[in-house]
Each structure stands twice: as C-alpha cells, then as structure tokens.
C-alpha cells in the first residue's frame, strides 16, 4: 500500500493505527484495485457506510409514484427500511386484504368506484410553528384526488379522503405552519360538479383550485365537513406552498396554462404542450387561507358544489384574498423560504428561477399596485415591483430546497433538462457550484430543507431516469436517488440508490430523533383506527360462535399455534375471523392466510384483526402464519373445513 493511500485510510478511518496493522499488509489496496475503487470512492463510502446495528440520522418518506404507496428510507445509508400501503393493496401489511383495511381504503372510493391504485406526488410532514413534528404524514393522489393521512406512531395510514370538486390533484400536501389545514392544489381544471360539460365552455364551466382541509392536528383527522376549495380560474394549478412566519396565512400555488389552451390535435391543432407554453408568462396564486377560512364559515360566502363548501373567486377578489403575480413559462416548484420572507419560483422553460419578496408583495397589495386584472377579475401584480432578483440557473429548473445557512442565501435547485444540482444564493442570485446527476432530477430532498428548520448534511437527487448506472434489469429501469453530501463548499456525490417501486416525486426526510414509534399496540387494538377491537380476544377466550350463516371465530396466535385449529362452516356460511396476536415481545409478528380465499393479514404484536370472506368454495383450506416466527412457525397452521350440508 502506497504512503499516500495508507495516510488516507487512516484520514477516513479517524484513526492514528496504521491502515496495515488494521487490515493486514495491503488488504485494503487489494479490495480497491479489484474492485476499482478510488480514493473519492472510499471516502464516499466511510460517509455512508452503517455497520450492522446502526442508524441513520434522518428518515426520508419518498412518494411511492405509480405504486400508490411510501417509501421508506434512512440517509446517509440509503437503506429501504418500508414500503407503506397507501392508495394501493399492499400483502405483506395486509393492506387490503382484510376488513379494517379494506374499510381504510373504501373511504377512497370515488362515487362508490373503488380505485385500487394511485399516484402519489407529494409527501407532507405535520408542522408546529413550521418545524417538523414527527406526528403525521400526509401524501396526495394525483389521479385519484384524494390525500391520506399516515400515522407515524406506527406508519399506517389511517385515513383517506377523496376531493369532492376536482378530478386531479398536484400541488398537495402541504400543511400549514401549524397544521391547522393541508393545502391541495388542482392540476388539470375540470368542472367542478360532477356532470358533462363542453370544452367550449372551457373558460366559463371548468376551474381550477386549492382545497383547504381542515386538519385535526391532535388526532391526525383531515376533516372533510370544516373544509372549503377558493375556486380559481381553469389555469392548470400546481405546486404549492404554505407561507410561514412571515407570510404564515398565505399560500403560494403556481401554474402553467394560462393560455387556457384546450388541446386538439386530433383536429389538427396545436398540441396541448404547444399551445400551453405560448405565454412568456403564467401566474402565481396568492392567497389568504387564513382569512378565506373565516369567510368559509359563513353560508353566504359559499356555494356548495357534492356537499363541499367552495368561495367564488369574486368572494376571495372582494375580500382582498386573491391576487396573482406573472411568474416566468410554465413554473413547477415554488418554495417560501424558512423565515417565509422569500418566494422561490423555478420557471421550467425559462433559464431563471425568480425570488419574490413577501414584504414587496405586501407592500404592492397594499397599495392596490395592480398592472391590471385577469379575465376572471384577478388582480395582478407587478412581477419587477414585487421580485428581489433572478437567478440564472440553466435549463430546466423545478424545485428547490434550504440549505443550513439558509439565512445567508444557501439554497439548492434541480435542472431536470441539464441533469445537476445548482447550489446558490437566493439573496445576491449568484451560483455557487453545480453537481451532475444521474439523470434528469424531478424534485430534490434536503434534510428537513423546505421547514422552518433547514438541517443542511444531504440533498437527494430524485431522479426520472437511471438509464446506465446499473445492472440491466430489462426495459424497465429503476429510478436513482442519489444522496449529496453538501457540508462541504463543493458538493460530493456519494451513492446511488435504485428504486424499484414507481416514480417517487417528492421526498421528505426528517431527523430520526423526531420520530417515537410504537413497538407493539395495546393488546386488542384495532390499529387502523386506535380503538378496542371489536373482536379483542384474550388467551383462554377463543371460540367460535354461529350467528345465522355467519360464523365468528374469536381466535388468538401467539408462538407457535393458531387458536382454534379447526373451523368447520357450511358452504355459503359468511366467515370472520378475529384474531388477536398475543405476543409482548419485540417484532414477534405473526402472519394469517385461509389458502385460496384471497385473505392476508399482518398482526403484529397486540393487534387485533378481522378478515370476512364468504366460504363459497366446498372443500379443506389450511390457514396458517406467514410470518417466520419461531422454529416452529410450520407448525403454526390449522383447517377451514367447509361442507356441502
Ligand atoms: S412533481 Cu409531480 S410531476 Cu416535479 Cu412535484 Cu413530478
Ligand atoms: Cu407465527 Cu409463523
């Protein structure tokens, strides 16, 4: 091993002791030359490498894209620690497979449709005074407008609501500094009732929207009835953001198509992404939440459209609630900074991203400083009066996150068209350094970089393609996530993490030290909703009892049996099995399946669980766990005997 190398191993390890007692004589330059390693990448590798045992210091919540569900991982280890079912049917948690969940993801239907799959966007951490809290997790579906509440006492998704005005959501979730509500801004503008109407009558029958849903922050409850939408015009909304300190009571929702192209090619018209970026500019909302939420209350300030409370736009132009402010060519992000003074917007067409300050917005507003009005009536601010600068950041900004010395300017965006990260200065609009991704970033996640509390260490890349950066797996590839260090002046890349479960859009990384998960429930607990299961059974109680054709099991599991072991039915009986996990014990999960009954559930220690099927196949059905759990987990079985009578 060379002098230089050995002087290095022992920079990286932290240690006097030479590389060579450590390893044995070149042990350590064996591995690099065979593996083709270089310095940079050892050192990479000591500032991600967790040995077994240990932990991370953040938690990142990615969107799980087209799966519908979480992703779950550590940083800097880039270890996948869960999937969470979320929109989508989910085995291994029995998510959908048994009845408390199936009655978790009915409140997702969709005029009584059950949709069984979702596309999630934008993952959202509960806030007090705009810091994260480690209480809950709030994700939107944008096919399916709904968001999902996820507990993160235990990370299961508790509820899930279903916009009731629009047909397709993205600039959602984000909770407002103190989570009193959750933001959900429209994309594609539809009418808001539910009936036909012709896209002639684009301009006066389809609108666009932000959904403010009042969130119950003390038992992680979106409630549906104290909730209202600020109707807006049929330009396509999307990202959002919550104002806070400064600007707490405002949200920022940008947009593209303010063309109000309806598309047409069929016909021979210009394609929709033609005839939407025509404009040189579209606007970005403003809107007071804070006062529109008091207005909602009253019954002659809304409309009701499927039983939810909606403010005309005239209400919220009346009320000094609504202004829009040109923003460069279809922008994506839009990001208030940590004391809420400045407002980030990437123009995804255009070169810049523009800072706009609070304190000139105000001042503007104040002044009824209007360059003119929408055609719904909307004033507009003066995009020069209002900005602070623009930076030049290259092709294809989008989003943005807060670095640790956010005060001094220290930010970070994507370029989706150049594939880098820019790291900046969003108070002088200088660049400071650019890193290369591997390819085409859609959002990046810093650590805790768009709260109050910017934590600095990490920006992940996410992003949309990985075309060479591993195995070939066929056509389809994974996505790459790739973890930035950024303590230093330079940026580093350290690692790429495959992620083999859909298009993650956004991510959300926490300080694991926030976060206070349960190990096991409380015995009998029904962990969807927090209550006593109805179907609680303790050691010594199990039976099995007939109501009509309905047979109830009151079963337990605990290692190394299941309670009964036989269950004898009629064919065309209606069977429940409840069943209790008795275990105290520390991850001793136990798992529960009737073979071909399409029945899974996952009960992990003191939960109770309820899974309903109709016996209408004749025949001999082993159950048993499918969880691993003791050396005689084979053993853990039993029949459903089910009898022509
Ligand atoms: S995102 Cu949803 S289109 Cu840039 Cu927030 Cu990927
Ligand atoms: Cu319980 Cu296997």
Redesign the pocket.
């Known amino acids: 091993m060379s002098y230089r190398l050995s002087r290095f191993a022992s920079l990286v390890l932290g240690s006097a002791l030479s590389v060579t007692t450590l390893f044995g004589a070149g042990e350590l330059d064996k591995v690099m030359k065979e593996r083709g390693l270089t310095q940079a990448d050892l050192l990479a590798a000591a500032k991600t490498y967790t040995p077994s045992g240990g932990r991370d210091k953040y938690i990142v919540f990615s969107s799980g894209g087209q799966s519908g569900q979480i992703m779950v991982y550590g940083v800097p280890s880039m270890r996948i620690l869960k999937y969470i079912g979320v929109f989508t049917p989910e085995p291994w948690q029995g998510w959908g497979y048994d009845d408390d969940t199936k009655k978790i993801l009915a409140q997702g239907n969709i005029r009584g449709k059950q949709i069984t799959w979702g596309d999630t966007h934008h993952p959202a951490l509960s806030e007090t005074a705009g810091k994260y809290d480690g209480k809950w997790l709030v994700i939107n579906d944008k096919a399916n407008p709904r968001l999902a509440v996820i507990d993160l006492a235990d990370f299961v998704t508790k509820q899930i609501v279903v916009n009731p005005v629009f047909k397709s959501d993205h600039g959602g979730a984000f909770f407002t500094p103190n989570s009193e509500y959750i933001l959900e801004a429209c994309q594609y503008a539809a009418p808001f009732d539910n009936n036909y109407h012709p896209i002639e009558e684009y301009k006066e029958t389809y609108r666009g929207g932000v959904t403010v849903w009042k969130f119950d922050h003390e038992k992680g409850k979106i409630i549906p009835e104290e909730s209202f939408t600020i109707e807006m015009p049929p330009y396509m909304q999307d990202l959002s953001d919550s104002g806070k300190a400064a600007s707490n009571g405002w949200g920022f929702t940008n947009s593209f198509n303010s063309e109000m192209y309806t598309g047409g090619i069929e016909k021979g018209l210009p394609p929709f992404e033609a005839g939407m970026s025509r404009n040189d500019t579209d606007f970005l909302h403003m809107y007071n939440w804070k006062k529109l939420a008091e207005l909602a209350k009253d019954d002659k300030n809304v409309k009701i459209i499927n039983g939810h409370r909606v403010i005309p736009m005239n209400v919220a132009i009346k009320n000094d609630a609504l202004f829009l402010i040109p923003e460069p060519k279809s922008p994506h992000g839009v990001d208030v900074s940590p004391d809420g003074k400045s407002i980030v917007v990437c123009g995804k067409l255009d070169t810049h991203a523009t800072v706009y300050d609070f304190d000139k917005l105000m001042k503007a507003i104040k002044n009824k400083d209007y360059v003119g009005k929408d055609p719904y009536g909307i004033p507009i601010l003066d995009l020069k009066k209002t900005m602070h600068c623009q930076a030049e950041l290259g092709l294809g900004p989008l989003h943005n996150q807060y670095g640790k010395n956010w005060k001094d300017g220290e930010i970070y965006t994507s370029l989706y068209v150049d594939s880098q990260v820019v790291k900046w200065n969003y108070k002088t609009c200088k660049v400071e350094d650019r890193q290369n991704v591997n390819y085409n970033i859609g959002h990046l996640c810093g650590m805790e970089g768009k709260s109050a509390d910017p934590q600095g260490d990490y920006i992940i890349a996410l992003n949309k393609l990985a075309i060479d950066r591993f195995n070939e797996i066929g056509p389809l590839h994974p996505q790459n996530h790739q973890l930035i260090d950024i303590r230093g002046k330079k940026m580093q890349l350290l690692y790429d993490m495959p992620v083999p479960l859909g298009e993650p859009h956004q991510a959300v990384a926490i300080r694991a030290s926030k976060l206070h998960t349960h190990v096991r429930y409380k015995m009998g607990t029904n962990a969807f909703t927090g209550e006593v299961h109805e179907g609680k059974t303790l050691a010594g109680q199990e039976k099995i009892v007939r109501k009509g054709n309905h047979v109830y099991v009151y079963g337990t ?1 605990v ?2 049996h ?1 309670n009964p072991e036989r269950v004898t039915v009629n064919k065309g009986d209606i069977v429940t099995f409840y069943l209790t996990n008795l275990e105290r014990a520390q991850d ?4 529960f399946t009737v073979d071909n009954y399409n029945i899974h559930t996952s ?1 992990e220690p003191g939960k109770t669980v309820a899974a309903t099927f109709k016996a209408d196949m004749e025949g001999v059905f082993p159950y ?7 050396a ?3 053993e ?1 079985m039993g029949y459903l005997m089910v009898k022509d009578p």
């Open positions: 599991v290692r190394s299941i001793e999960t136990h798992g009960l048993y766990c499918t969880e691993f759990c003791s005689l987990h084979l853990m």
